[in-house]
């Protein structure tokens, strides 16, 4: 291509970027991200997507943030994709004020995620045995989401996995008091 004077725009650079850091190839990614800017190629919403959610995967949360930054000064603008990669790369690594705090920003903004992040971060403050974690579907409500059956779902299975059934009681109390009713999966 580069000998006929033809080279890589930035789709071509997200598919060659995708695949390297699939493979763990982070040093030569970053690399192909230099030659893109030596070239004047300028990362899009998909390269900076890419980025982040790889340093999420490889739990590397302050490169992920630092690609967030250079994104929004970029003028580029966080989109759900973006947010849950963060969320979820903050539960990995058991920042939990850090992941309520992307998922409220990204909620504050007008987006609203599919019931995953929801359960991460649930699933962070289990793993963190974490007694805070009775207290997130309150949060959720005071930020207006409905924390309904399905998240005292998710938590009350956590919690009985982990064999904290006193915790999983408090919880199943706390729904009742809130006039949410139990499912058969709950019950059983």
Known sequence: MKAK??????????SILRKLYEESRMRDA??????????????DNVTCNTLINAYCK???????????DRMLAAGLQLDEFTYKALVNGFCKVLE????????????DVGIYAS????????DGYCNQENEAVIRVP?????????????VYRALIRRLCKQERVDNAEKVFSLMQEKGISGDSVIYT
């Open 115 to 122: 019931y995953c992040p929801y359960t991460w971060i649930i």
């Open 58 to 68: 490889i739990r590397d949360m302050r490169s992920g943030v630092n690609v967030k």
């Open 5 to 14: 004077g033809l080279y890589p725009g930035v789709v071509n650079y997200n």
């Open 96 to 107: 939990m004020d850090s992941a309520k705090d992307i998922l409220f920003a990204m909620l």
């Open 30 to 43: 970053n690399k192909l991200l230099n030659e893109m800017s030596e070239r004047n190629v300028e990362p």
């Open 138 to 150: 309150d949060e959720f409500s005071r930020k207006g989401l409905c924390a309904d059956v399905s």
